[in-house]
């Protein structure tokens, strides 16, 4: 059954909780250095407006997949994956220790930022929907559930490139093109996230001031 529809939820005990949980999540993250360094400031600035709070987040990886058959995440996954730029003999490394792996299936990929966030107000979910689809990220939008609006922001600098399909090797690897390759990827997505740094630096006082607003209804 569906969540009735609430415009917000920011005066609610689930939604503090909610909050403190998250925020919690988030202090202990940082105090452990797992958060990707070059998105901890736009996480930080997100989270000092009283109605919103960040959850899993990412400024971008490029990862080595394998998987026995196609969708197979259970047995499958990730064999590495990294957050920065990849260097070509990383990358054979982990490329081969995926093929050792026995599955028949090995892929690489270079994946775009992704923003995970939730709200307690309406407008301004539809605000930060704003902010970041002007910023050019098409892939975003939010679920209502009973605690809050679910917000995930999405890059679209996505490449998914597959190695080793039924047991054979798809082609002969370049592993300084591939790096190369994926390392665009990467850096493209990055750079578009600064882009949305900056605007939402820039909204910080409306949306503070939209959090205001909604908790005095």
């Known amino acids: 059954m569906c969540a009735a529809l609430q415009l917000n939820t920011c005066s609610t005990d689930s939604w503090r909780r909610l909050r403190e949980q998250l925020m919690n999540s988030f202090t202990h993250a940082m105090k452990e250095d797992m958060l990707d360094s070059d998105i901890v400031d736009m996480l930080a600035a997100i989270n000092s407006v009283p109605c919103i709070a960040t959850s899993s987040s990412c400024s971008g990886r490029i990862a080595v997949f394998s998987a026995p058959s196609p969708g197979d995440k259970r047995q499958g ?75 995930f922001i999405i890059g679209s600098e996505r490449i998914d490139i597959p190695l080793v399909f039924e047991g054979r090797t798809i082609v002969d690897l370049d592993y300084n093109l591939l790096a190369n390759l994926l390392n665009s990827y990467l850096l493209l997505g990055k750079r578009k996230l600064n882009r949305l740094r900056r605007a939402f630096s820039s909204m910080l006082d409306l949306l503070r001031k ?6 005095l209804v």
Do not use: F
């Open 77 to 151: 996954g990730i064999v590495y994956k990294w957050h920065r730029p990849v260097d070509p003999a990383e990358l054979r490394e982990a490329i081969l220790n995926a093929r050792n792996t026995g599955h028949r299936y090995v892929w690489a990929s270079a994946q775009p930022p992704i923003l995970a966030l939730h709200t307690c107000s309406l407008r301004l979910a539809d605000m930060i929907a704003d902010i970041a689809i002007n910023s050019g990220y098409k892939y975003t939008g939010y679920n209502y559930t009973s605690r809050s609006y679910y917000m």
């Open 210 to 215: 939209g959090c205001e607003e909604a908790t």
